[in-house]
């Protein structure tokens, strides 16, 4: 009897393949039954780009790539959301946050009109590289942190009115909720924690 439950769950672990996360990886996956007001999305793409995405890309390279999922929640006024990216190497993922850098530096004044984005970021030390971000445009605004440990890049973020100087404090829960993941991913495989 052990031995075909431990043949099932080979073969199921086998079926998710090489990259896929375990089901409720993400903590926004566990959640209760929307409202009517309510939404939650998951989504799993290889090529979605990062959540924190300034210069507004459609798409990211899937190449470097072993698997990503994303979910955002959405109610009448609040927004949340996390993502996990799992790069093939810890050079994918450190050349990922140069490029997010770089995007930010690039695009911090994006777009026209009501659709104007303004970006601002700091520095963060949680995991092995990591920033916080401010974003404010035309009614609203969100936060954001993003963590790089070891070959994973983790993007936690929902509403908010940050100010240029993005103060710590605002962002403990989302800080908090980043060092959980950073524990979190190094059982994952092929992360290299």
Known sequence: MLQIGVAVA???AMSMGAGALP???LFLETHPPAKKWESYKTTESKSLPLRLNPC?????SAADRLTTRAVHYRSEDTIKYEQLVVYKSVSA???AMRGLRADLSRCKNFGKGPDRHHYYTK???VGDDALRAGSSFFESGEQTVVVRNGATVYV???SAWPGKSLPLKRFKGLISQAEQMRAKVCDL???AC
Do not use: C, N
């Open 156 to 158: 936690v973020g929902g």
């Open 93 to 95: 993922a450190r050349t």
């Open 23 to 25: 089901d409720g990886m």
């Open 123 to 125: 520095p963060l030390k």
């Open 10 to 12: 080979a073969a199921a």
């Open 189 to 191: 495989p092929k992360t």
């Open 56 to 60: 507004e890309r459609r798409t990211a």
